[in-house]
């Protein structure tokens, strides 16, 4: 099971980091990926990281703004966000692959098959 936490209110410019602890015992063997609902849209892909964590995949949306990290010795996948804004609104889920690697296109969302229950983030302007 994986449990996000670290969502808040913040201010347009500002940073935060998720976090998303699993109790699976595969978690280091496992690509895990952050994926973000906003309101009355669809879930999108946000970021994964390989198990190794030696490769990562962003969405455009994203790139250079956001990082991704994890520590397999604590089960831990994190999620650094800096200079946000508005339309990064959404409740963020992060959630474990089927899989180790990390291909040359963006993972699906049926690529993963364990899910948190969401963290919810509001960058006001």
């Known amino acids: 099971q994986l449990q996000a936490s670290g969502g808040g209110l913040v201010q347009a410019g500002a940073s935060l980091r998720l976090s998303c602890v699993s109790s699976?015992?595969?978690?280091?063997?496992?690509?895990l990926g952050w994926f973000r609902q906003a309101p009355g849209k669809e879930r999108e892909f946000v970021v994964a990281i390989s198990g190794s964590a030696g490769s990562t995949y962003y969405a455009n949306s994203v790139k250079g703004r956001f990082t991704i990290s994890r520590d397999n010795a604590r089960n831990t996948v994190f999620l650094q966000m800096n200079s946000l804004n508005p339309e990064d609104t959404a409740v963020y889920y992060c959630?474990?692959?089927?899989?180790?690697?990390?291909?040359?296109?963006?993972?699906?969302?049926?690529?993963?098959?364990?899910w948190g229950q969401g963290t919810q983030l509001t960058v006001s302007s």
């Open positions: 959630a474990a692959a089927f899989y180790s690697g990390i291909g040359y296109f963006e993972p699906r969302e049926t690529d993963f098959h364990s």
């Open positions: 699976g015992r595969t978690f280091s063997r496992s690509t």
